[in-house]
């Protein structure tokens, strides 16, 4: 109600009446009364014909009227100060928006940058990851590739190999087909024709058949020695060897054959090496080797067997004053692709097959077979076997 009468009560015009009373409110009361009105306040707060009636026992004065209406300066003063007040205050703001602008932009650009190193970091992990997988996949490409080049040259080698081994099985048939056809002959006369021959041409007919069959039975077990190295059924055991007593055993089991062709011969080992090899491999290269010097040497002729110290090896060489062997001839030595055979001095057959057994045996022991001849003049085999010890 207060609030409605307030609102519909004429506005009252400060100032003072003539009879000395006021006609109206001060214009500045607060700046007297910052209590609000003193003592001598409105009786009732009531208003009557927009006057103000003061309280009875007044001089007709207000303290206000007492005390005198406040300079311009003052005004001007306070004035002044309230401006700076709200200046200052309003500067504070700005700067207060400004320091919340820049701390809003610079969290921004803090996440901003947070989200671009985070990305950045999870990217560079993941090219990391990406380029570890395509080194991997590089890695296993490059393994396949060398695997392939692998399986490719060993099917090259696999298939050469078989066309040797299917040829050296032909001619390894008419080798062993010769001396059966002999054998066959020989059992045919007896069967048929016994009495149509004297005892010294049978005689004759049993010494070449016997001739045959022992060139059979050594083909066969060159055979059976090769395919045994094909398949590595052969046991290797090599142990500290006493290159003398293996010479001089093998000249032993040899001296029969080389009596009959009045053949000297002859051991000249550098005192009693000792060597490192299988004992079975040495004995079977050692006499392959003299056999076929005794084979290819005429009667009157010498075979002698030599060792000496090679840095680390003994080579040992077994020489003979034989018919010695063409340039082409040589070629075709060590080969299962190309049938070579040449007939002794007293038509001793041979195949080849013996030679190559010896140079599968010593590079199996860790040495080199190679072969030095002159045709005419003999011929030299040579072969390392490594010291004992070394």
């Not at 006021?22 to 409105?42: E, F, H, K, M």
């Not at 110290?309 to 003994?314: E, F, M, S």
């Not at 030679?355 to 085999?381: A, D, H, M």
Request: charged share 20%.
């Amino acid at each position: 109600m207060l609030i409605l009468a307030l609102l519909f009560t004429r506005p009252i015009t400060p100032g003072i009446a003539a009879d000395g009373r006021t006609n109206g409110l001060p214009a500045t009361p607060a700046l007297d009364y910052p209590g609000g009105i003193p003592s001598g306040r409105v009786a009732g707060n009531a208003f009557a014909g927009n006057r103000l009636d003061l309280p009875p026992g007044g001089n007709g004065r207000t303290r206000y009227e007492k005390r005198g209406k406040p300079s311009a300066d003052r005004l001007k003063q306070e004035n002044a100060v309230l401006l700076q007040s709200i200046r200052d205050q309003e500067a504070a703001l700005k700067k207060s928006g400004r320091i919340n602008y820049f701390l809003t932009a610079g969290l921004a650009i803090a996440a901003g940058l947070v989200v671009f190193l985070s990305q950045r970091h999870y990217g560079r992990q993941r090219v990391n990851r990406l380029l570890m997988t395509n080194q991997t996949i590089q890695h296993q490409n490059e393994a396949l590739r060398a695997t392939n080049e692998r399986l490719e040259k060993s099917e090259q080698h696999l298939l050469q190999t078989n066309a040797t081994k299917d040829k050296f099985f032909s001619i390894i048939s008419h080798d062993l087909k010769g001396p059966l056809n002999s054998l066959t002959g020989f059992l045919q006369i007896l069967d048929i024709q016994v009495d149509a021959f004297s005892p010294e041409e049978l005689k004759a007919f049993a010494k070449d058949t016997n001739k045959s069959v022992k060139n059979l039975l050594d083909l066969l077990d060159n055979l059976l020695l090769w395919s045994r190295s094909q398949t590595g059924t052969i046991e290797y055991a090599p142990q500290p060897l006493n290159l003398s007593e293996i010479v001089a055993g093998n000249l032993n089991l040899m001296h029969v054959a080389a009596q009959k062709k009045d053949i000297r011969l002859q051991a000249d080992p550098n005192g009693t090496l000792p060597v490192y090899a299988d004992q079975n491999m040495l004995n079977l290269v050692l006499r392959n080797l003299i056999s076929n010097a005794i084979k290819f040497t005429p009667s009157g002729g010498s075979v002698v067997v030599g060792a000496s110290d090679q840095d680390g090896y003994v080579e040992v060489s077994v020489r003979d004053s034989g018919i010695g062997m063409s340039p082409s001839t040589l070629e075709h030595l060590f080969r299962l692709d190309t049938y070579h055979t040449t007939s002794g001095t007293n038509a001793e057959k041979g195949n080849g097959l013996g030679l190559i057994l010896c140079k599968e045996f010593v590079e199996k022991n860790g040495g080199i077979l190679r072969v030095e001849s002159t045709e005419g003049q003999g011929t030299t085999f040579r072969f390392t076997v490594p010291v004992a010890g070394a």
